[in-house]
């Protein structure tokens, strides 16, 4: 099995590095990119390290990433969303150009992810099935600018067309963040990307509801039959003053395999990097170690954090209670 990250190098990264600091986003991103390589090798000396991207990467970055023993295979960027698709995610799609190079079983990581237990176990828990972070979300919840009811909608469209029988509602959202395909499946999900690749396109062109990122691309191709749920390695943790709870699960995050930290691209993981570069003892300490460390570093623990946590989830359970007495009654 290989640990792969695909990296788009384009104008518009990503939404989550800060407006101040969007000339600095490529810095950024392949600092993440070394941490979180660093904390895989951590993990296991012997797995198969993969960075795909689409143009050179800087000198010092490369021969950072070549001492973690990590492949740069530059590939060409193919998938490219017209301008409707607007500049937040422009870069997501570069995972299907990616999955058009692979050959083998492998594990897609988004950048700021950091590798805090073993990740080799995963390929044996998936099988022969596709690997899949499930999100619970609200019909009505925007996710990357469509909600899920949306989403069902133009769902049903691609079935009709492919003439397929019509599928339930998908009641989850797929997270980006962690994707792993076997090798029995790389071809199959190469044709189908492409074909709904097209197709969607088109719908934004002509005006319709497209799908907007690879997320909901990948949750309608994914049936939950053929997949392995990968909630048990994973939970993407937010560590905002406005936003702090961690999604996908209830499980004790020490017990996971992988953290991912979006709000932490710009801070914790720039700490890390600068422990990585300096050879500081966070990536040669003892596991236990490392988790407490990276915690800290990462506001985890941050009083404030566990305090607005709370005050989130009191105010989630209100909501809920408040939906089920007052909310829309289902048709008989």
């Known amino acids: 099995m290989e640990i792969a990250i695909p990296f788009a190098q384009v104008e518009a990264?990503?939404?989550?590095?800060?407006?101040?600091?969007?000339?600095?986003?490529?810095?950024?991103?392949?600092?993440?990119?070394?941490?979180?390589?660093?904390?895989?090798?951590?993990?296991?000396?012997r797995i198969s390290l993969v960075l795909y991207t689409n143009k050179p990467i800087d000198t010092y970055f490369r021969k950072l990433l070549y001492k973690l023993k990590v492949d740069i295979r530059i590939v060409p960027s193919t998938f490219n969303p017209p301008d409707i698709f607007g500049d937040r995610f422009r870069g997501c799609f570069f995972l299907f150009d990616a999955l058009k190079h692979t050959q083998t079983s492998t594990l897609f990581l988004d950048p700021d992810i950091v590798a805090i237990?073993?990740?080799?176990?995963?390929?044996?828990?998936?099988?022969?099935?596709?690997?899949?972070?499930?999100?619970?979300?609200?019909?009505?919840?925007?996710?990357?600018?469509?909600?899920?009811?949306?989403?069902?909608?133009?769902?049903?469209?691609?079935?009709?067309?492919?003439?397929e029988e019509k599928p339930l509602e998908k009641t989850s959202h797929l997270g980006g963040e962690i994707l792993f395909v076997p090798s029995t499946r790389i071809e199959s999900l190469n044709t189908n990307i492409s074909q709904i690749w097209n197709w969607n396109v088109a719908r934004a062109l002509n005006g319709k509801e497209f799908l907007t990122t690879e997320e909901h691309i990948l949750n309608q191709l994914i049936e939950t039959s053929e997949?392995?749920?990968?909630?048990?390695?994973?939970?993407?943790?937010?560590?905002?003053?406005?936003?702090?709870?961690?999604?996908?699960?209830?499980?004790?995050?020490?017990?996971?395999?992988?953290?991912?930290?979006?709000?932490?691209?710009?801070?914790?993981?720039m700490t890390m990097y600068a422990n990585l570069e300096k050879c500081e003892f966070q990536f040669r300490?003892?596991?236990?170690?490392?988790?407490?460390?990276t915690r800290k570093i990462m506001n985890i623990d941050n009083r404030l954090n566990r305090i607005l946590s709370f005050i989130y989830s009191l105010k989630s359970l209100g909501q809920k209670m408040f939906e089920g007495e007052t909310g829309p009654k289902s048709p008989d």
Do not use: M
């Not at 003892?286 to 407490?292: I, M, Q, V």
């Open 285 to 293: 300490a003892s596991d236990e170690a490392f988790k407490n460390e």
């Open 117 to 163: 237990n073993d990740i080799t176990q995963i390929e044996s828990v998936c099988g022969e099935n596709l690997g899949v972070f499930k999100l619970d979300s609200s019909q009505n919840t925007l996710i990357n600018g469509i909600d899920l009811r949306t989403a069902n909608k133009i769902y049903r469209a691609y079935r009709e067309l492919k003439k």
């Open 227 to 269: 997949s392995a749920s990968l909630n048990s390695f994973i939970s993407r943790i937010w560590t905002t003053r406005k936003f702090t709870r961690h999604q996908g699960n209830d499980v004790d995050l020490n017990s996971l395999s992988l953290w991912h930290l979006p709000a932490e691209k710009s801070r914790g993981f």
């Open 13 to 45: 990264i990503n939404p989550n590095i800060k407006r101040r600091e969007s000339d600095k986003a490529l810095e950024v991103y392949l600092k993440c990119i070394v941490v979180c390589f660093a904390s895989c090798r951590r993990s296991d000396s």
